[in-house]
């Protein structure tokens, strides 16, 4: 399994821009790339992935390095909600295996009004 | 939006006691998971489960856990006799496929089991 490297903590302002960053440098070709965000008292909650180019939905978008060691979870403008714990996971494509997440530590997301 | 439902949220329950969790994933859902997080620590998996049988399952899933799918609905997790280190809050994960399409896991939002 690829080894995760992620800030902490972050701080970020309301209704600013933050990113994310996470080290993945074991990463095999075939990993996508996952984000994970866990809310206070919740379960964990999908965010976003991706393989190779960078992603965009509704939530975030993912920016992915070049050589895939790296990638950027981008909240374009944080609210209040965004407040959590984000978690990036890679996670192997094998045909007909099951996909287990393996959670690391995350970085613990505060946003101030 | 669909989502994933555990009951009971929060169970409490005397060491050697049998538990069991419940959970109602997204109904078109094939794959369905159970981690736990004791607290303060981190989301780990337990055990993967598809066409009515275990497809993966962890170290931490030993002999006295078990999961069952009894009707078309419910999928429950089995903790036969609770021990103080089974305290933390489970939860129940679903996704539409597994393997190779990398389809998201939707979360419940969690048991909490305390252990007494």
């Known amino acids: 399994d690829a080894k995760t490297t992620q800030p902490n903590s972050m701080e970020s302002n309301e209704e600013e821009p933050v990113h994310l960053p996470c080290n993945h440098s074991?990463?095999?070709?075939?990993?996508?790339i996952h984000w994970y965000r866990q809310l206070p008292s919740q379960g964990p909650e999908y965010v976003i992935h991706?393989?190779?180019s960078n992603v965009n939905n509704r939530m975030a978008s993912l920016a992915i390095a070049e050589d895939r060691k790296s990638s950027t979870l981008i909240l374009h403008r944080a609210t209040l909600r965004d407040a959590a714990v984000y978690y990036c996971?890679?996670?192997?494509?094998?045909?007909?295996?099951?996909?287990?997440?393996?959670f690391g530590t995350g970085t613990l997301l505060a946003v101030q009004p | 939006e669909p989502e994933v439902t555990q009951t009971p949220s929060h169970q409490v329950t005397q060491m050697g006691q049998e538990v069991i969790l419940r959970c109602v994933p997204i109904?078109?859902?094939?794959?369905f998971y159970w981690y736990r997080q004791i607290l303060g620590q981190k989301v780990e998996f337990l055990v993967s489960?598809?066409?009515?049988?275990?497809?993966?399952k962890s170290e931490i899933f030993d002999d006295q856990f078990s999961v069952e799918r009894p009707d078309g609905s419910n999928f429950t997790l089995k903790i036969r006799s609770t021990k103080l280190e089974d305290s933390a809050m489970y939860f129940c994960?679903?996704?539409?496929?597994?393997?190779?399409?990398?389809?998201?896991?939707?979360f419940g939002d969690g048991t909490r089991l305390s252990i007494l």
């Open positions: 074991t990463i095999s070709g075939t990993d996508y």
């Open positions: 109904s078109n859902h094939l794959y």
């Open positions: 489960f598809y066409n009515n049988e275990i497809s993966e």
């Open positions: 994960a679903s996704s539409e496929w597994g393997g190779i399409d990398n389809q998201p896991q939707h």
């Open positions: 991706g393989l190779t």
């Open positions: 996971i890679p996670l192997g494509s094998y045909g007909g295996a099951t996909n287990k997440l393996i």
